[in-house]
C-alpha cells in the first residue's frame, strides 16, 4: 500500500477501461483515455450527426459529446448515477463518450478475436475485436473512429482548429 502522498504505479496488466452501454460490455485502451467523469452540462447544436450530444465546457475545453447509446442504434435514456463521460484523445481533440457504466480497468493480451459477421458494418460499429474478461464477452472499440468526426466538427466551427 502506498504512503500518504505517493502515488503507486499503474499495472502494466491493465491496458482496457471496461464500460457497459446497454446490455453490452465494451472496452477502449486505456492510453486513449483522459479522464472518467460525470456528466455535465450540455450545449445542442444544430447540424450534427444524432450521435452528437452537443458540446460541454471541461476546464476550459470543447468537448463534443458523444452519446454512444444512440451511435449503437439504442434508445436514449435518462442519465442515472451510473452514467459517466469517458474523455478520449482523438488526434488534437477531445471527445466525451456517453456510457451508461464504467465497470472496471483490466488487462487483455491486444490479440483479439474478430467480431463475428452479423449485419451491420465493424467499420461503422468501430469494433476492433473481442476479448473476454471475467467469463463475459467484450467488444474492444477503435476510439480512432471518432477522429473524422471531431475533424468535421472542427471543420465546421464548433470546434477549434488543430494548430
Do not use: C
Amino acid at each position: 500500500m502506498p504512503l500518504t502522498g505517493e502515488r503507486s504505479r499503474p499495472d502494466p496488466q491493465k491496458s482496457l477501461v471496461g464500460f457497459v452501454v446497454g446490455d453490452v460490455h465494451y472496452a477502449i485502451d486505456i492510453t486513449r483515455v483522459r479522464e472518467i467523469v460525470n456528466p455535465l452540462d450540455v450545449t445542442a447544436l444544430p447540424h450534427t450527426p444524432p450521435e452528437v450530444a452537443g458540446v460541454a465546457n471541461h476546464r476550459g475545453d470543447v468537448v463534443p459529446v458523444i452519446e454512444l447509446r444512440v451511435r449503437f442504434g439504442l434508445s436514449p435514456i435518462e442519465p442515472s448515477r451510473s452514467t459517466k463521460w469517458i474523455l478520449v484523445d482523438v488526434g488534437t481533440h477531445t471527445v466525451g463518450l456517453v456510457v451508461d457504466a464504467v465497470t472496471e480497468v483490466f488487462g487483455a493480451s491486444g490479440d483479439y478475436r474478430p467480431t463475428p459477421p452479423v449485419g451491420g458494418s465493424n467499420d461503422l460499429r468501430g469494433i476492433v475485436g473481442v476479448t473476454t474478461h471475467d467469463e463475459r464477452m467484450i467488444f474492444v472499440l477503435d476510439v480512432g473512429r471518432f477522429v473524422e468526426l471531431a475533424l468535421a466538427l472542427a471543420a465546421s466551427g464548433v470546434l477549434p482548429e488543430a494548430q
